[in-house]
């Protein structure tokens, strides 16, 4: 079973930046297309951004769009999220998830398209 360790949340003013990392178990990290979600109290989870397992092909909410990066190191079995231009409204706790053997050209953008998870990373952006 793939598991999933995300890091560097924090506490930054809006306009600040933040870099999410998400460290991946396993030696088929390649084969996995990678993607972040989020979720605010008293709201569901949303998608934020994915990528698909090369790396060569992203999507992003648009509400991100322009702000945030996606990206990976499959040599590290990491994911990243940089996030710049934070916003108030971007508070959230921050999910990391796979969707494994995912071969497919566009990389997936629902939750039931992934089937593992990290414990998630606060990310709380004052105002």
């Known amino acids: 079973q793939v598991q999933l360790v995300e890091s560097g949340g924090g506490l930054v003013q809006a306009g600040g930046s933040l870099r999410l990392s998400c460290a991946v178990s396993g030696r088929t990290f390649s084969s996995y297309a990678m993607g972040w979600f989020r979720q605010a109290p008293g709201k569901e989870r949303e998608f934020v951004a994915a990528?698909?397992?090369?790396?060569?092909?992203?999507v992003y909410t648009d509400s991100v769009k322009g702000r945030f990066t996606i990206s990976r190191d499959n040599a590290k079995n990491t994911v990243y999220l940089q996030m710049n231009s934070l916003r108030p409204e971007d508070t959230a706790v921050y999910y990391c998830a796979a969707a494994r053997f995912s071969f497919g050209l566009l990389a997936p953008r629902t939750v039931d398209e992934y089937d593992g998870w990290g414990q998630g990373t606060q990310v709380t952006v004052s105002s």
């Open positions: 990528t698909t397992w090369s790396g060569g092909n992203t």
